[in-house]
């Protein structure tokens, strides 16, 4: 079955007020077109494997559930609301597939996996760290295309904690309500309800002018026109930290253990752990609209190796508040209708 082409999502709003406060969550064209991606390679697999020709949506389904006991929580979880997304849009009709997959939760399963995705390191070790920037200066002397980039994108990442993703939605701003320089970083997880707003944005002018520069460098480097360009980028300084990682030899002593592009946003946490007192304040520094995420699935307070020097705009803090306060008024709203709100 074709799929259109989708654009990518529209330029950041200038700033008002409202854009602090969350909407109701709607996937993102680039999310919608991951989860079909991620309905092809399923059923592609499944006919390879198999050698099932053109898997119908219940072949594919049963071939899910099938597996489920072997993924990993956040696998699971994925792949079975990119299965459902794409059974629900193009084959409605396939509705005991759909709801024997809506039943079917993650309750039970590992929060990592032996796979290569379960061993990423969600801390960066300092001599790691080290040998990264010497194979990269290296090979920028050597003319490697996005050694520069990178490097660039990863000393800037321990300065203000961005997911990959969003050094492509970032600008260099003037705050409204104090003219001080702030870094707006439009937030990746805004269209499925898991950020504070659509943007957040924060203080960077208690920086050095070096480690400013290294910012507005790392913003430059991958402002792009489209979000299909922003992919581009995210997948070059990918393919160009693979390299880095061979050559630097990171897992020498750890072969299970992989230092990541993501791990810079985890060793930021871990430094912001150290620094806020305020889970509040750490969550609108990071994007998060619930202030468990850092403290549950990011990097450990013990890993940090020192203070942050950024933080929230008070409109960026206001917004986690926001969403607190709706999910505690709607856990009143149940007790007082005498239900007990579901478990999330």
Not at 95 to 114: D, F, V
Not at 146 to 172: D, F, K, M, N
Not at 217 to 241: D, N
Not at 306 to 330: C, D, F, W
Request: aromatic share 6%; with cysteine.
């Amino acid at each position: 079955m074709a799929i259109d082409a989708r654009q990518g999502p529209d330029p950041l709003p200038m700033q008002t007020a409202n854009n602090y406060y969350p909407s109701k969550p709607e996937r993102s064209a680039s999310t919608i077109e991951d989860y079909e991606q991620e309905y092809r390679r399923q059923a592609e697999r499944l006919a390879r494997e198999a050698n099932v020709v053109d898997p119908t949506p219940d072949e594919v389904v049963a071939d899910l559930i099938s597996r489920h006991p072997t993924l990993a929580m956040s696998t699971w979880r994925y792949k079975k609301a990119a299965v459902l997304h794409y059974i629900e849009t193009y084959h409605p009709e396939h509705q005991t597939a759909i709801e024997e997959l809506r039943q079917l939760s993650s309750a039970g399963l590992p929060k990592t996996s032996n796979k290569t995705s379960g061993r990423k390191l969600k801390h960066v070790p300092s001599a790691a760290w080290r040998e990264i920037q010497r194979v990269l200066q290296g090979r920028i002397a050597d003319g490697y295309r996005h050694a520069e980039g990178l490097l660039t994108v990863l000393r800037a990442t321990l300065l203000c904690g961005l997911r990959p993703i969003e050094w492509s939605q970032a600008t260099i701003a003037t705050h409204a309500g104090t003219s001080r320089t702030v870094l707006r970083v439009g937030n990746a997880k805004h269209s499925n309800g898991r950020a504070n707003g659509e943007y957040r944005e924060l203080f960077i002018d208690e920086l050095t002018a070096d480690e400013q520069a290294t910012i507005r460098a790392a913003v430059a480097y991958c402002s792009t026109a489209t979000h299909k360009e922003a992919v581009s980028i995210k997948v070059a300084l990918k393919s160009e930290m693979e390299t880095v990682r061979m050559l630097a030899g990171t897992s020498s002593r750890r072969a299970s253990s992989s230092v990541t592009m993501y791990s810079f946003r985890h060793q930021f946490i871990a430094d912001a752990k150290q620094t806020f007192e305020s889970p509040l304040v750490l969550s609108a520094t990071v994007g998060h609209s619930s202030t468990k995420t850092a403290f549950e699935h990011y990097g450990k307070r013990r890993f940090g190796r020192g203070k942050v020097r950024v933080y929230p705009t008070p409109e960026s803090v206001a917004a986690v508040q926001t969403i607190t306060l709706e999910t505690y008024n709607s856990f009143l709203s149940a007790r007082q209708a005498g239900q007990r709100p579901a478990p999330r």
